[in-house]
């Protein structure tokens, strides 16, 4: 159950100030809240299976390859500025 003293918490927290009618209000409604997903543990769960997401999906990841790079000269035919054989960018910091 939700007290006036977690919403004024979690009001300090998040560096709200809260109307005493404000914080009437949002307790109400986080136990309601509270109360609605209290509903689920009625429900007989024995024989699902776990699930972590609706989806499912796999790890899409490869190992790295060495592959073929195009020659330094070709990369930076097009290059605004170089610098020997690097791209030169403007100074950020």
Request: zero cysteines; hydrophobic letters at 40%; aromatic letters at 6%.
């Amino acid at each position: 159950m939700i007290t006036i003293k977690d919403v004024e918490h979690v009001a300090l927290l998040a560096r709200l100030e809260l109307s005493e009618e404000e914080k009437q209000m949002y307790t109400k409604q986080l136990n309601a809240i509270l109360e609605y997903a209290q509903m689920l543990n009625e429900l007989n769960t024995d024989d699902i299976p776990p699930t972590a997401h609706v989806l499912p999906l796999k790890n899409v990841w490869r190992e790295d390859e060495v592959g073929e790079h195009l020659p330094p000269e070709e990369v930076l035919a097009n290059a605004p500025e170089r610098e020997g054989q690097f791209f030169k960018v403007p100074r950020i910091v």
